[in-house]
């Protein structure tokens, strides 16, 4: 792919004034399709998650899934949103293979949640506020694959094949109204918005919010408005965003490649435009126009949804603290530095370290278990760190050190064994016999052996060169395998020097 | 007797007494098919495992097991409906041999209940027409004279019953598709209240209009098959979850009841108009006689807005039905057409809905997407949608005066095949007395009111209901029959010529 021309980035925000706007798509992970009862598991063999409705069979018919219809009344509330008492699905008609009954059924005039806002903060702490015009219910499309050609897509394919399993899997796609005032911003403000939806979701436990598997896809709006012109541009809609990196790449282009061809005095064409990953660059899609149509009408085999002001309010009072104001919250419990805090975040493991604080851990130790031994034997193991231990586990073992049973070294192993499936750490503990010893009887008979054994060092300490200990310190550690406590081997050796003749 | 000049409910106590198998039962009216259908036409289709079926409900009967009171009746099926083991093409050139992996639940109902579907009867493209001569597979004929038409859509349903072929069908009503062809075939049909039958697995026409229901020979039997397929469906979500008092025995009440005192019957002014045929008008007012003698308040009441009913239906219907038939795009079903030197999916989409779909078919497509699309939507759709609303007021304040309302089930007795066909205004015109119920959702019966006198043709009388009170239309319609009969002395199909030589003595001996 081509690189387009690009106008420098502050060159483009000193002629041009940037305005977003976004459509995130999150797939719900419902145990079923938003209108059939086919698995909602995308994945596996080609067309084998479907029912008649999700490969558009003459005759049949779609039902709502109710659970679809809480999650999706959950995240409105949860974007700030107003919860319409009676919203309606519509069918939105266009021909296209991988949509099997050639219409969408969606929401047009009347979606489930609508007039919210998502506050967002940047990495050095500035808040934005992001107003959100609706979030509204719809069900996937399948999945094309095009054969032969050389870019993967239509154009030029020899033929395609469609999966319907992803046909009718519940989304909900939250709408933002236009944002003005990101400026040079605009990029970062992009990923972190894209992010604090992905929190929110994840929070709720409404989605599985894997980017990369297209559970969470974004649709970037970027136009340029002249400065001073108060006039708006033309805007692109890029698509295929598949990552929080991508977002910010995808944003940052568009920039300064609409920048460029606006300079010259080009006109920018209102198209759908496809982010490629590889290149950091997007490509024209198809022309998009406002009076593209899509014939909307309310979908007469379903009946308006009305979920009921009870339902709503137990939903509400369900809903789990945001996640902005959850994470402001923890970082100033558990006193962490931002450095301490950021590197929690990014290793996805807040949760872990909060259950792990929450059944009696020091957040200083959760922490420093978590992000440091926990996260490299995931990392070895390639899989998420949260899948090799529970929190309860990690807290007993960080007991087990504070109270003087473990030494870090033997907390390691019996880490290890947990992680193998030995059990809870105090199991671990007895079954491989790793508890520091306390019986000063078996430390003093290591220690007069050693003492013995180097009657040079003896001397050192009897003349009052403590530091000379250490050989002897270590010799006995090293005897008891390190299941004995450094501190009171040195007492014990200070003791024993100081009596033995 | 020849078995096929039974009614079900007769059929079904000969069945349940052991006199008669639904063996020898299916069998004559297979006989009666091979007779008179390569006339007739009603059928598309016919199941192949139907003596398998009846020989397994025999057995079953044999064993002591006890079965529904239609088991071992025969039944047609509405091509429109989806159906295990037999095509299903609504008629059309682009389902041609599609065999659906589901049945429809009133089919999978009528299974349960041990009827033994006999075939796929013929209809309109689509649930598109008043005639069946917008069938792909050719125009079914009318049993009382095969120059005539047999109405439309549900032609073939009714045409089967009316010319003994089977004792009673499904069909589907959209507009009038079993009321107006009950009414040219001296048949009984209804569309029951929308929403009391599962639309699961019928081929959509237009989703807010369409009702899947019975049509017989008699007010009984369509009881006894509404009873069946009625209820609520969780595929639909459009079903009720009413429950349903038997239509069965309402309709055996009806057929008992000394009088009509006490009922209120509402005569729409706008449905009783001076440009209906002579005959019709003439039958109706018999009726209305005969109802008032009996003891019923005649009222006359006025819809106002009925006038705009079908201007109203011509939008709602095409516009529902533009998307309810995208998917016929030949990518996952039904027929394909590759173009000419090959091209792109769009490509082979455009040529196979081009030679998939007959002339009203893309009509009405063209007229629903024109009526959809932006800029014209509000004042086409959203208009037509606001005449809907104005229709229910009208229904409402009529059904506040009267607890029935009636009118003639169709303006005209059948007319010849080709007669309209060049011209689809007058086409849809035929449907003005039953559009109506369809837009606001209530429940309408045609039966058998006589033969109308200057062309012998039958007449057919709608009775209307309030929605949910589909029992006052078979307690009402059982004593017309039963008065009418008895006025009569013999049903009105005994009436209807002999379609064959070697059928003639039978059809005489076996009516009256």
Redesign the interface.
């Given at each position: 792919m081509a690189k387009a021309e690009l106008m420098d980035f502050d060159k483009a925000l000193e002629l041009f004034e940037p305005v977003l706007g976004f459509e995130v798509h999150v797939e719900l992970n419902t145990k079923t399709k938003m209108f059939s009862d086919a698995p909602n598991f995308f994945g596996g063999e080609p067309n084998t998650n479907i029912t008649?409705l999700d490969?558009?069979?003459?005759?049949?018919?779609?039902?709502?899934n109710e659970q679809a219809v809480r999650y999706s009344i959950s995240l409105g509330l949860a974007l700030g949103c107003s919860i319409a008492e009676s919203s309606r699905f519509a069918?939105k008609?266009y021909?296209y293979?991988d949509t099997?009954?050639?219409?969408q059924i969606s929401q047009f005039d009347e979606p489930i949640a609508y007039d919210g806002n998502v506050e967002v903060e940047l990495a050095d702490g500035r808040k934005f506020q992001i107003s959100i015009e609706r979030a509204h219910m719809e069900e996937d499309a399948g999945k094309l694959t095009h054969i032969g050609g050389s870019t993967g897509r239509i154009q030029g394919a020899d033929y395609?094949l469609?999966d319907y399993n992803r046909a009718g899997v519940p989304l909900v796609e939250i709408v933002t109204n236009m944002i003005f005032g990101a400026e040079k911003d605009a990029p970062e403000l992009a990923k972190a918005y894209v992010s604090a939806i992905r929190d929110i979701v994840v929070s709720l436990g409404i989605s599985d919010a894997k980017m990369e598997r297209g559970n969470l896809r974004c649709d970037a709006n970027i136009s340029l408005s002249p400065r001073g012109s108060g006039k708006l541009g033309t805007r692109t809609e890029t698509k295929n965003v598949n990552s929080l990196r991508s977002v910010e790449r995808a944003i940052r282009y568009e920039i300064q490649r609409q920048a460029a061809i606006l300079a010259k005095g080009g006109t920018i064409l209102q198209e759908t435009r496809h982010w490629h990953e590889d290149t950091g660059v997007t490509s024209a899609g198809r022309p998009k126009s406002d009076?593209d149509?899509y014939?909307?009408?309310p979908e007469?085999?379903?009946?308006p949804v009305v979920p009921g002001a009870e339902l709503i309010e137990q939903l509400r009072l369900a809903l789990p603290e945001a996640p902005a104001i959850r994470r402001r919250r923890l970082k100033e419990a558990w006193s962490f530095t931002d450095l301490e805090f950021q590197d929690v975040l990014n290793s996805g493991l807040l949760v872990e370290v909060e259950e792990t604080v929450a059944a009696g851990a020091s957040a200083q130790s959760a922490r420093k278990w978590w992000t440091g031994e926990i996260a490299r034997l995931a990392n070895i193991a390639g899989v998420d760190a949260s899948t090799l231990v529970s929190p309860l586990h990690v807290s007993e073992l960080i007991a087990l050190i504070e109270s003087g049973d473990l030494t870090d070294r033997l907390a390691r192993q019996v880490l290890e064994g947990v992680v193998a499936g030995e059990g809870a750490p105090h199991e671990v503990v007895d079954a491989r016999g790793l508890k520091v010893v306390s019986d000063d009887g078996a430390l003093i008979a290591a220690i007069d052996e050693a003492l013995a054994a180097q009657p040079d060092v003896l001397a050192k300490i009897r003349d009052g060169k403590v530091q000379a200990a250490g050989a002897v310190i270590g010799a006995v550690m090293k005897a008891m395998r390190g299941s004995a406590d450094a501190a009171r081997v040195r007492e014990l050796v200070l003791e024993r020097a100081a009596v033995t003749e | 007797m020849s078995l096929i000049y039974l009614s079900a409910a007769e059929l079904s106590a000969k069945l349940g007494s052991g006199e008669v198998s639904s063996v020898e039962a299916t069998q004559a009216h297979l006989d009666r098919i091979t007779a008179v259908d390569g006339d007739v036409h009603a059928f598309l289709h016919i199941n192949a495992e139907a003596l398998k079926t009846a020989a397994d409900v025999d057995a079953r009967r044999a064993a002591g097991e006890q079965l529904g009171e239609l088991a071992g009746v025969p039944i047609a099926i509405k091509d429109v409906l989806c159906t295990i083991g037999m095509p299903s093409t609504a008629g059309s050139r682009i389902l041609e041999g599609w065999i659906p992996p589901y049945d429809a639940t009133v089919v999978s109902r009528l299974r349960a209940a041990n009827l033994i579907p006999l075939g796929k009867t013929n209809m309109d493209e689509f649930a598109m027409g008043s005639s069946t001569e917008h069938s792909a597979y050719g125009p079914t004929h009318n049993p009382w004279d095969l120059e005539r038409i047999p109405g439309g859509s549900g032609g073939g349903s009714a045409a089967a019953v009316a010319a003994f072929e089977a004792p009673i069908a499904l069909g589907s009503d959209t507009g009038g598709s079993i009321r107006q062809p009950a009414a040219v075939t001296g048949s009984v049909g209804v569309k029951p209240t929308y929403g009391s039958v599962s639309r699961y697995g019928a081929i959509a026409l237009a989703s807010s209009l369409d009702q899947v229901g019975p049509v017989s020979r008699t007010v009984l039997d369509s009881a006894l098959v509404h009873d069946i397929i009625g209820g609520h469906d969780p595929r639909d979500s459009t079903s009720l979850k009413d429950t349903w008092p038997s239509f069965a025995a309402a309709a055996r009440a009806g057929a008992t009841a000394e009088s009509l005192k006490g009922l209120r019957v509402g005569v729409v002014k706008q449905l009783d108009a001076p440009g209906f045929q002579d005959g019709v008008k003439l039958r109706f007012h018999e009726s209305l006689a005969m109802m008032e003698e009996a003891g019923a308040e005649i009222v006359e009441v006025s819809a106002p807005n009925f006038e705009y009913a079908v201007a109203a239906y011509y939008l709602i219907l095409p516009a529902e039905a533009s998307s309810n038939l995208a998917r016929f795009d030949s990518v996952r079903f039904g027929l394909r057409v590759n173009p000419a030197g090959g091209g792109t999916v769009e490509d082979v989409m455009a040529a196979t809905r081009g030679a998939g779909f007959g002339a009203e078919v893309k009509r009405r497509i063209i007229l629903g997407t024109y009526a959809l699309s932006a800029g014209y939507y509000d004042e086409y759709y959203g208009s037509a949608q606001k005449v809907r609303t104005l229709i229910q007021r009208d229904f409402d304040a009529a059904f506040a005066q009267v607890d029935v309302l009636v009118s003639p089930s169709a303006p005209t007795t059948a007319f010849k095949l080709g007669e309209k066909i060049d011209d689809p205004l007058a086409m849809y015109l035929n449907d003005v007395t039953t559009i109506p119920a369809n837009l606001a959702g209530i429940p309408g019966m045609g039966l058998p009111i006589g033969l109308a006198p200057e062309d012998g043709l039958p007449v057919g009388l709608q009775i209307m209901a309030p929605a949910r009170a589909d029992d006052r239309l078979y307690k009402l319609g059982a004593t017309l029959e039963r008065m009418l009969e008895e006025k009569w002395g013999h049903t009105l199909l005994s009436q209807a010529p002999n379609l064959t030589p070697t059928e003639m003595f039978a059809a005489s001996e076996g009516a009256v």
């Open positions: 008649p490969l558009g069979l003459p005759g049949s018919l779609p039902v709502v069918r008609n021909y293979p099997p009954k050639n219409y395609s469609v009076a149509d014939r909307y009408f007469p085999d379903l009946l | -």
